[in-house]
Antibody
Framework: QVNLLQSRAALVKPGASVKLSCKAS????????IHWVKQSHGKSLEWIGY????????NYNEKFKSKATLTVDKSTNTAYMELSRLTSEDSATYYC??????????WGQGVMVTVSS | DIQMTQSPASLSASLEEIVTITCQPS??????LSWYQQKLGKSPQLLIH???SLADGVPSRFSGSRSGTQYSLKINRLQVEDTGIYYC?????????FGGGTKLELK
């Protein structure tokens, strides 16, 4: 069965960076794009961008281009998102999700990032 | 960016009632629209894709439709387990954008 297992919650200081992970299992990792979605507390969802695990090609929402960096490690079937220069605006829950034909069919459980000194 | 105007923002309905949620994109998106349900503390789950296609395993009381440039999610005979927040998502052009969400509660 398909599963996307995300890393634990993170508490990080303002100005620091954090690298979130999303470990895929139950399918061929390189066959499906991985997307990342942000959900601020009590708010709607924002699409951050996606990565093609096979080629490493990325496509970012312009809003997150200087904030997020998407990478993969094919040897461990893991996708990563690094968030840099964190501020309180980056405190949110972040989801990874698998895309099949423009549909997000499987989601990770989400990881809460809290930016606080 | 394509803005997705979703309404209503919140909705209270009775068991077995019919519920309709709509999304209006700021420009044409064809059938590149999907609907997701998010229960409290959980990840969103796919309900409808391609505007009208029911996702695998989703109860048939859920349906999606399109009338011109307006998209709707309809729940026939509302059940207790249908409470949560519903989002539309356009995947016609990047950046992909979600509607603001509709919080559905039982009356």
């Amino acid at each position: 069965q398909v599963n996307l297992l995300q890393s634990r919650a993170a508490l990080v200081k303002p100005g620091a960076s954090v690298k979130l992970s999303c470990k895929a299992s139950g399918y061929t990792f390189t066959d499906y794009y991985i997307h990342w979605v942000k959900q601020s507390h009590g708010k709607s969802l924002e699409w951050i961008g996606y990565i093609n695990p096979n080629s490493g090609y990325t496509n970012y929402n312009e809003k997150f281009k200087s904030k997020a960096t998407l990478t993969v490690d094919k040897s461990t079937n893991t996708a990563y998102m690094e968030l840099s220069r964190l501020t309180s605006e980056d405190s949110a829950t972040y989801y990874c999700t698998r895309e099949e034909d423009y549909v997000f069919d499987y989601w990770g459980q989400g990881v809460m990032v809290t930016v606080s000194s | 960016d394509i803005q997705m105007t979703q309404s209503p923002a919140s909705l209270s309905a009775s068991l077995e009632e019919i519920v309709t949620i709509t999304c209006q994109p700021s420009q044409g998106i064809g059938n590149y629209l999907s609907w997701y349900q998010q229960k409290l503390g959980k990840s969103p789950q796919l309900l409808i894709h391609s505007a009208t296609s029911l996702a695998d395993g989703v109860p048939s009381r859920f349906s999606g439709s399109r009338s011109g440039t307006q998209y709707s999610l309809k729940i026939n005979r509302l059940q207790v387990e249908d409470t949560g927040i519903y989002y539309c998502l356009q995947i016609s052009s990047t950046p992909w954008t979600f509607g603001g969400g509709t919080k559905l509660e039982l009356k």
